[in-house]
């Protein structure tokens, strides 16, 4: 059974996984697996918000089951659906069988055999392994009838089908909820959770998760790597690199071979971290130069 009995204990679990996080995660990580709430984390996309979850899951060995929200995504649809096409099969095999109850094919049609469960379902359902680890990603990109439908569910950790009646589950799933904070959250939302903005991580503590994550990476070249985006995340962009950018640069800068930045391997590798086309022109040239000097330049301090 893996140690969750103090703060310390979390971090050095997360830690396992390959997540570094900081004392004040650390600590509303301990608090809402000690109380059994609901995690709010908000903050820019890429910072390591959904990375929490992954880092939960694999650490206390429990399942994890996620909802990626969208656009017009409704309660039906995170619940439950019917298998249509099955229903219809096996409305044709009782009719050519000769079947003339018709309530008792009603009962059947609308069973757990033609169910089908999508997340939050699944997450109510007992688990071998405990109660699961339920991911509500990216929540701010459905609409409020969505968030007032997670109330309930959220609340009492309970869904209703109106077929079959409401399914309670026998223990709370552990919930992550993330927000990259493209518009508010309701209130009442975040009232039944515990709240943590992720914030960029400073230069010691991003050098950390780059060495847990990249660790092939030599220390030099790594510590050019969050100078640099460590100052990029200061200049007008539409979109400020995040923590998996930074990964993902040293990632490639290694299946390259390089040893050191320059401008024209910034130049040739910066789709790795900007995903903009505005972002990327305004680093051609010279700017490109510019920024390396500065950042080296910040290596000094550290």
């Not at 697996?33 to 995690?39: A, F, I, S």
């Not at 409704?74 to 000769?98: C, H, K, L, S």
């Not at 991911?135 to 959220?154: K, N, S």
């Not at 092939?216 to 100052?231: C, D, G, I, K």
């Amino acid at each position: 059974m893996q140690d969750i009995s103090t703060i310390d204990a979390v971090q050095s679990m997360l830690g396992n996984q390959g997540y570094v996080c900081n004392r004040a995660l650390g600590t509303v990580v301990f608090l809402s697996l000690k109380l059994g709430r609901p995690l709010f984390l908000e903050g820019e996309a890429g910072v390591g918000k959904t990375e929490v979850a992954k880092a939960l899951a694999s650490g206390l060995g429990k399942r994890l089951i996620r909802l990626q929200c969208y656009e017009g995504l409704d309660a039906t649809t995170a619940v439950y659906e019917w298998n249509f096409p099955a229903q219809m099969i096996a409305i044709r095999t009782a009719e050519a069988a000769g079947a003339t109850d018709r309530n008792a094919l009603q009962t059947e049609l609308f069973s757990d055999e033609f169910l089908i469960e999508r997340p939050l379902l699944q997450a109510m359902r007992p688990d071998e392994n405990g109660a699961p680890v339920l991911l509500i990603d990216e929540l701010d990109r459905t609409d409020e009838p969505f968030e007032a439908f997670l109330l309930e569910a959220l609340s009492d950790f309970q869904v209703t089908i109106p077929e079959l009646g409401t399914v309670k589950a026998p223990e709370p799933p552990i919930v992550i909820v993330t927000s990259n904070r493209t518009r508010e959250v309701h209130d009442a939302i975040k009232r039944r959770c515990l709240y943590h903005w992720v914030d960029y991580p400073d230069f010691e503590r991003e050098m950390e998760i780059l060495s847990a994550r990249a660790p092939e990476a030599a220390n030099s070249l790594s510590r050019e790597v969050v100078a640099f985006v460590q100052y990029l995340r200061t200049q007008d962009l539409f979109k400020k690199p995040g923590v998996s950018e930074t990964i993902d640069w040293a990632k490639c800068l290694l299946a390259l071979d390089v040893i050191t930045l320059s401008p024209e391997v910034i130049a040739d590798t910066l789709g790795a971290i900007l995903k903009y086309q505005d972002d990327i022109a305004k680093l051609q040239g010279s700017e490109a130069k510019r920024i390396l000097d500065q950042a080296k330049a910040t290596l000094e301090t550290f």
